[in-house]
């Protein structure tokens, strides 16, 4: 009898125990900068699936569009030796978290869930460290997007720009008809989304790749850059004094409530129009920014995950398996305003924008025009990437001349490097 207790204690303490490293409920604290309408319902779904599963979410939000501010705020927790369970991290920065060595080996989920099949190659790249799967995509966002009111047009007698000609055309029209045509987030961030949609638009995807993928000096301060920065100049004049520090998603709301004409962004300002209920093609018109109906400037948002205590680890790695699969793909990507990263995914839910930016997708990595977004930390390492918007910003908000700016642009790259 004594021995059967002692064995029944063993169990006891074992399916407690072993439970909690095993598959039992835990927490995860989730690091992230999707605070506007657009991206809190898109991650409230996330949010749902794990709470579904037993599991706690603790929600570590820092506020500020990009995620520069989040990215400070990691920093500060990690070297205090207290990073949380997952942090939206992307890109080449995915390596350098990697090099830390506080970064969980997810390769059991990806086998498991067959992420290497689902997954573009190159897009499960980015996410492994050595071969081994270290964070998890969610999305694919495309850039160089600009997003209308096309009653604001009508009024105006405008019709929506293909060029930057006719953008110019435009924008006077608007003007004259006592509108806003350009609703400008002053943040460094959004000026180099706009910075790098006009590189593209201007000078086409060879100079783009020259310029903002491998940072080559002589191309940043070639004649073609001074065009690049003269058309960014150009934007200002078009732009209202209540620009300078305005978030992008209050740019957007100027938009959706008709005191714009439009606003250059990536397709995270369509979730903000879906979530105040408007409709693509009857409210809102989304179009390729001009010049850049072939070009897809992307932007993959991941989740890294840190190393946690054992009693968490199922639920890190229940909210890792949940971002691929179908379900939250196809509703996350639905609110958010980009598309599934997940290949084979049905179009049929998908409206209208998010089935051209489909559609371009594939078509601009056929053709050699889908290129990683610079602004968005796709493309360079940190530093250059600082050095490429410091420049702009500079140039962008004092008087001096695009000559000047674009030798500044090369010079503070090159010390960068
Ligand atoms: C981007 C991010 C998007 C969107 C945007 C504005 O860097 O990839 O998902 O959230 O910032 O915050």
Redesign the pocket.
């Known amino acids: 009898m004594r021995i059967f207790k002692c064995v029944l204690f063993v169990l006891i303490i074992f399916s407690i125990f072993g439970c909690q490293g095993k598959g039992g409920p835990g927490e995860v604290e989730v690091l992230h ?2 605070t506007s309408g657009g ?1 809190a319902a898109s991650l409230a779904v996330l949010k749902q699936l794990l709470e579904a599963e037993g599991h706690t979410w603790k929600d570590f939000a820092v506020a500020g ?3 520069d501010q989040a990215m400070t705020v990691l920093k500060s927790r990690a070297v205090a030796g207290n990073p949380p369970a997952a942090a939206q991290v ?1 890109g080449p920065q995915i390596q350098l978290w990697g090099d830390e060595g506080v970064l969980t080996n997810l390769d059991d989920v990806a086998k498991a869930e067959n992420w290497d099949a689902i997954l573009p190659k190159v897009v499960a790249d980015i996410m492994k460290y050595k071969g081994n799967y270290v964070a998890v995509p969610v999305n694919v ?1 495309r850039i160089n997007w600009m997003w209308c009111n096309p009653a604001v047009f009508e009024k105006a007698g405008a019709t929506i720009p293909t060029t930057w000609e006719e953008f110019e055309t435009a924008c006077q029209k608007i003007q004259a008809a006592g509108l806003i045509p350009v609703a400008w987030g002053g943040q460094p961030w959004q000026e180099a989304t706009v910075f790098e949609t006009i590189v593209a638009g201007v000078s086409g995807t060879d100079f783009y790749k020259k310029t903002m993928v491998q940072a080559d000096p002589a191309a940043l301060e070639s004649d073609t850059m001074v065009k690049v920065l003269n058309t960014l100049k150009m934007i200002k004049q078009y732009t209202d004094p209540g620009a300078p520090g305005r978030d ?1 998603n209050l740019a957007t709301a100027m938009v959706i409530k008709g005191e714009a004409g439009m606003q250059f962004m ?1 397709d ?1 300002a369509k979730g903000e129009f879906t979530a105040a209920g408007k409709t693509p093609d009857v409210d809102y018109v989304a179009a390729p920014a001009p010049g850049t109906a072939k070009q897809f400037l992307f ?1 993959i ?1 991941s989740f890294i995950m840190f190393k946690v205590a054992k009693k968490n680890e199922a639920a890190q790695k229940a909210m890792a398996r949940l971002i691929l699969q179908p379900k939250f793909q196809e509703v996350f990507n639905i609110n958010k305003g980009s598309i599934p990263v997940r290949m084979g995914m049905s179009e049929e839910p998908f409206d209208a924008p998010a089935r051209l930016a489909m559609k371009d997708f594939s078509e601009s990595s056929r053709s050699g025009d889908l290129v990683p977004s610079m602004a ?1 930390e796709m493309a360079v390492m940190p530093a250059i990437r600082g050095a490429i918007m410091d420049a702009v910003t500079n140039f962008y908000n004092s008087d001096m001349t695009a000559e000047a700016a674009a030798k500044q642009l090369a010079t503070a790259v090159k010390a960068a490097m």
């Open positions: 900068w999707w991206e569009g990009g995620g992307k966002h992008w990536g995270w932007n948002d968005h």
